[in-house]
């Protein structure tokens, strides 16, 4: 038992996590028949036999990448996607990029971020101790505290009670802190990619509680998942979303773009939380706590903070060019800028494109229409000089706030919105 | 969980991350040619072709090496001789390695030898990467700080150990100067 422990401990690692502790179906759920992923974790060579490169990707990720994980990650990110065909969303997209290997923490290359949709395998991943190592057969989700009755919901349950869908754009509130001039600075050095858009399928939040009968005590929601750190006296990772929020628009998601929730997304069971920055939307969501104070874990009271105390909330108006890329080479003449905006508050009104580094602005077009809480994708015709170029994107709220040439640096390196700079050679 | 038993959680943890500690310090010197004991039973030899064959061909892993410069190629192993004459670290045990995934395995060549690096791969990386203390960059307060956050947090960091460790951390991934860019502009 101590040899056990001590293996875990020494190379304890989410990704390479062995099979004893995982146990997860082929698709990513794990309420059904349990599939073991020992053979996978124990015969990288197996891998290979799921299928050709891109179905690869799919596979490790539908399985979370538990097993297997260092093959899993290398084949995700490394000689694998050189060799894919991309498949049909991803514009050639070049994989992940790891800024964390253990927990992971990975950002989308900005090539994939063309498309309004992001497609799993190349949303960022982000978490502060990895999936959890120890997966019940049957996930349930509990919903105690202030209520009158408490509930347990398994994942049958909550499935037949709605598949309401929505496509919401997550940002991860370090997204550009990597980009932040900062003399010293912690955390995850994100640069664009820590953002990304699935369509969640699930059942509103409140319709959940109403399960359970809120008293009027019941002001704050906990939302307590099944990860946590590999050891040490380290907090779990405990965050809550206030009544109105939880009342409003949050959901309970069992479905990304209409597949079950890979593990590193979260699956089985996600919140989501529309407009607010990823670090709201619990993933492995066991347990809803209705208390009457907010959470006072190290994540909430400590982490996620500005500079004058105030917490960090939903994301900022910002906007990001998936194309041109940086040190891209384009001929001379006529060339289609394209990107993603996004708000967390309100809904982008215009973004403006300009080639000159910031001298002069062209409106780009507004693709699609208005989807509160998720991203709005533009494209903009401009012309570009020999020479090299410095294409920049603007974004405007519905307040008519813009996106700053530089944003304001903060400690924490929270909610970097900068005005994004793309520099091309032009031939 | 009541106080008291988080408190005999991070005990259990720390009794175990000193035998850990111990025993990564032990096999340093002792498994340091990349063989891989870590792994039990028949598939062991076919496991440890494949890391092997993961360390001496790693793939082109764009977090890296846009933060880092492209990694170096060789097999630790390889290097290992030229390395302690050239201060390059020496290969990490391969218990620590085992079951590493090829990134974690090639993040942990940006730390380099020197006073602390044992210590850093026995406290440390237990929890997490390389990558983790790489990207960032600190000031000796800013590393004390982290330090002692990561000690009140169960690392199982005596308490002689600390100064040893920040000055690691710091000698290597000093802070930049104000208003230095963290990476060159794109």
Redo the contacts between chains.
């Keep these: 038992m101590v040899l056990v422990l001590l293996n875990i401990a020494l190379t304890h690692d989410p990704l390479a996590e062995s099979s004893q502790e995982i146990i997860l179906m082929r698709d990513g759920t794990h309420d059904g028949p349990p599939r073991t992923t020992s053979a996978l974790a124990r015969h990288p060579e197996d891998v290979r036999r799921v299928g050709p490169p891109v179905l690869d990707r799919r596979e490790l990720l539908a399985l979370g990448m538990t097993a297997a994980g260092a093959l899993a990650a290398r084949r995700l990110l490394g000689q694998s996607v050189g060799g894919a065909q991309p498949s049909s969303a991803t514009r050639a997209a070049s994989g992940l990029v790891i800024r964390n290997a253990r927990a992971l923490d990975a950002e989308a290359p900005l090539s994939a971020l063309a498309t309004f949709e992001t497609p799993s395998e190349h949303f960022f991943v982000r978490s502060h101790f990895g999936p959890p190592t120890q997966l019940p057969l049957a996930w349930t989700l509990a919903i105690d505290g202030q209520v009158q009755r408490r509930v347990t919901l398994t994942l049958d349950e909550i499935r037949k009670m709605g598949a309401q869908k929505r496509a919401v754009t997550l940002e991860c509130a370090g997204n550009g802190r990597g980009a932040f001039r900062l003399p010293k600075t912690s955390g995850v050095q994100w640069e664009y990619g820590a953002v990304s858009t699935a369509t969640w399928t699930g059942v509103p939040l409140a319709a959940l509680l109403e399960r359970a009968g809120l008293t009027s005590q019941a002001r704050h929601f906990w939302m307590e998942a099944a990860d946590h750190a590999p050891a040490g006296s380290v907090p779990k990772f405990l965050r809550s979303i206030p009544r109105e929020v939880a009342l409003g628009d949050a959901f309970v998601a069992y479905a990304m773009n209409d597949r079950p929730i890979p593990l590193l997304h979260g699956g089985p069971l996600r919140l989501i939380v529309p407009g607010w920055f990823g670090m709201a939307s619990t993933k492995w969501l066991t347990h809803v706590h209705a208390m009457s104070a907010e959470s006072d874990n190290y994540f909430m009271a400590r982490g996620y903070r500005y500079p004058d105390g105030s917490p960090v909330t939903t994301m900022r108006t910002k906007s990001v060019i998936a194309a041109p890329l940086a040190g891209q080479r384009v001929s001379a003449g006529r060339l289609t800028v394209h990107g993603q905006a996004w708000t967390g508050s309100g809904i982008i009104r215009a973004v403006d494109v300009s080639v000159d580094g910031g001298r002069t602005w062209s409106a780009a077009r507004l693709a699609g229409t208005v989807q509160p809480g998720a991203w709005r994708t533009w494209d903009a015709d401009v012309v570009v000089q020999r020479g090299s170029a410095l294409i920049l994107a603007r974004a405007t709220d519905d307040k008519g706030v813009a996106q700053p040439m530089q944003a304001t640096q903060n400690p924490g390196g929270y909610g970097n919105n900068s005005i994004h700079q793309v520099s091309i050679h032009v031939a | 969980m009541s106080r008291d038993g988080?408190?005999s959680?991070?005990m259990t943890?720390r009794l175990?991350?000193a035998?850990?500690a111990a025993?990564?310090l032990g096999c340093a010197r002792g498994d340091a040619n990349g063989s891989n004991t870590?792994r039990a039973?028949a598939?062991s030899g076919?496991?440890a072709g494949?890391?092997a064959s993961?360390v001496a061909d790693?793939?082109?892993?764009?977090?890296?090496t846009?933060?880092r410069g492209t990694p170096p190629t060789q097999t630790a192993a390889a290097v290992a001789p030229a390395a302690a004459a050239a201060g390059i670290a020496p290969p990490p045990p391969a218990?620590?390695t085992?079951?590493?995934?090829?990134?974690?395995q090639v993040?942990l060549r940006a730390l380099p030898a020197g006073p602390g690096h044992e210590l850093v791969l026995a406290t440390c990386l237990?929890?997490?990467?390389?990558?983790?203390i790489t990207?960032?960059?600190?000031?000796t307060a800013?590393w004390n700080k982290?330090v002692a956050q990561m000690i009140?947090?169960?690392?199982p960091v005596a308490k002689e150990q600390q100064a040893t460790l920040v000055a690691y951390l710091f000698e290597h991934f000093p802070?930049?100067?104000?208003?230095?860019?963290?990476?060159p502009?794109?």
């Design positions: 988080w408190t959680m991070a943890w175990l991350s035998a850990t025993a990564v870590g039973g598939d076919r496991a494949a890391q993961a790693p793939p082109p892993t764009p977090g890296f846009s933060a218990t620590l085992s079951r590493m995934s090829a990134e974690e993040a237990t929890c997490h990467a390389a990558t983790m990207q960032q960059h600190k000031d800013g982290t009140a947090w169960g690392a802070a930049r100067a104000a208003g230095e860019p963290a990476r502009a794109p």
